[in-house]
Structures are given as structure tokens and as C-alpha cells.
């Protein structure tokens, strides 16, 4: 049997259902989500706190792993538990325990074919900057600090250039010259809101790095140090040494992540009357 479908067995064998929760956190203080020896971890933390209220071990799996410092209000986890309670008093009990910065915002019952990470038809990153003259102690945290102003109309329609099927080997971080480097982007776009630049782009999945270092290379066509057809260019050409330098993590969110239909995530009653 496949690894899903073995799980799938042994937790229905078992009487654990599944469960799949929205999930928000603050990346500062994790070295990133997946679980790590000696190091605090997003994951690590979600664990312990479903194993506190459940009295039960779990293994908890993501729509992403972010990197250290990445922040979230848009992950996904599936995990599954003999909880026999509501989704509505998992929800409140995980909030109950888990540290202040990670918050269960959406807790449901999961099918059991269901899977967080592929299950999911694309995910959502969305990057922002400071673009003042003065940085913001209140923002040093989630975003990065530009003092130099930024064109958000041309690093748009730089971004243009990544919509579709690519190979994004450039902007890829430590990956083997033999690994699968095409990836299909949705959207992609720039817009300002006052002081901050929000770069959001969409994709079916995202290479190690590849949103910081896409981001890394349109500021210096935002800078207009670079023509909006580097990008293209940097893209076509496949050449890492063309791309902008990696983006710090603390701009980067994960704010979505988009299943088929009947796996979306139906909220909680307390939630829906918010």
C-alpha cells in the first residue's frame, strides 16, 4: 500500500478521525516550521499542544514548510486523533495552550483521503516592505524596511513575466542540477498601500527560496536599477547569478492555501459569527 493510503487504514482501524486546521503564525522565534532537533519549531509546538489536550502523539503535516522567520495566516495542517469532542472545543483548547504566537483560527473534520500538502492546488505567498524614509520599530518584525522609493507600478509589470509555466531553476535555492524546477504561476502582482509594498504571487508549489529571491530581484527593478524585462531575462536564462539577492524571511507570508472544492475548509460556528 501507498504511505497515505496505509495511514488511512490504520487510523480508521484505530478510531481517529482527521482533523484540518487554519493555521497563523508568527515565524520570528521558529526555525521554521518542519520539526527540528534542539530547535523551536512551528510544528513542534502544534504537536505538543494537541498532544497536551488529547493525551495523544501525533504527527502534524503542513500545506508548506516554511522557512525560519516565514510567518503564516493562511497554513493548513491535517493531523489525526481519537478526540471525540467538537471541532469547535478542539479549536478553543488548542488556543488554550499553544504559545502566543500561534493561533488555530479554523478547525473541521477532514475527509480521509484528505492531505494538507497534496491535496492543495496552489499556495499563496504574499511578501511586504516598508518603503519609508524611517523604519518602524512596530513593523521590524513582518516586514522588511526600504528607504529608497520604490516603483510598485513597474515591479508589476515585471511579474507579469513569471504568470504560467516555467522553469524557475533561477531563482531556486541549493537545488541538484537533476531536480524538477518547473512551476506554473497563477498571479502575480505589486501594489501599495500607503508606506507598505505588498508583492503577492500564487503558484501550484513554490522551490526552496523562491519567493525571497524573486522578490530580491524585482527591488532592483522597483529601485530602477533594473529594467522591468530583467526579470524575464534572469527567468529565460535560468542563471542564478542574475537573480537579486535573496529577500530577508521576515517580509514573507504564507496567506493561502486552495484545495478543490470539497476539501475547503468549513469554518467553525464561532468563527462564521465573527
Request: hydrophobic share 40%.
Amino acid at each position: 500500500m501507498l504511505p497515505r493510503i496505509q495511514d488511512s487504514v490504520r487510523n480508521a482501524a484505530a478510531g481517529n478521525r482527521k482533523f484540518r486546521c487554519l493555521v497563523a503564525y508568527d515565524g520570528t522565534p521558529y526555525s521554521g516550521f518542519q520539526a527540528q532537533v534542539s530547535r523551536p519549531t512551528v510544528q513542534q509546538e502544534l504537536e505538543r499542544a494537541i498532544g497536551r489536550i488529547t493525551q495523544q502523539s501525533t504527527r502534524v503535516v503542513p500545506a508548506g514548510r516554511t522557512d525560519a522567520g516565514v510567518h503564516a495566516t493562511g497554513q493548513v495542517i491535517h493531523f489525526s486523533s481519537g478526540w471525540a469532542h467538537g471541532s469547535a472545543d478542539l479549536e478553543r483548547a488548542l488556543n488554550a495552550v499553544l504559545p502566543d504566537t500561534i493561533a488555530v483560527n479554523a478547525v473541521a473534520q477532514a475527509e480521509q483521503d484528505f492531505h494538507a500538502r497534496f491535496s492543495a492546488k496552489s499556495r499563496r505567498y504574499r511578501y511586504d516592505i516598508l518603503n519609508s524614509a524611517t523604519r518602524s520599530p512596530l513593523q521590524h518584525r513582518f516586514a522588511l524596511h526600504r528607504s529608497h522609493s520604490l516603483d510598485a507600478a513597474a515591479i508589476h509589470g515585471a511579474l507579469q513575466y513569471l504568470v504560467g509555466s516555467h522553469d524557475f531553476r533561477a531563482f531556486a535555492a541549493g537545488e541538484e542540477a537533476t531536480a524538477a524546477t518547473i512551476r506554473n504561476v497563477k498571479r502575480a502582482s505589486c501594489r501599495r498601500n500607503g508606506d507598505m509594498v505588498h508583492i503577492v504571487v500564487e503558484a501550484n508549489a513554490f522551490l526552496r527560496h523562491m519567493m525571497r529571491r524573486i522578490v530580491g530581484t524585482v527591488l532592483e527593478i522597483g529601485e530602477g536599477r533594473k529594467p522591468k524585462e530583467h526579470l524575464e531575462r534572469v527567468l529565460r536564462a535560468r542563471d542564478k547569478a542574475m537573480a537579486g539577492p535573496t529577500a530577508p524571511a521576515k517580509g514573507l507570508f504564507l496567506v493561502r492555501v486552495t484545495y478543490p472544492e470539497r476539501f475547503v475548509l468549513t469554518l467553525t460556528q464561532e468563527d462564521q459569527e465573527v
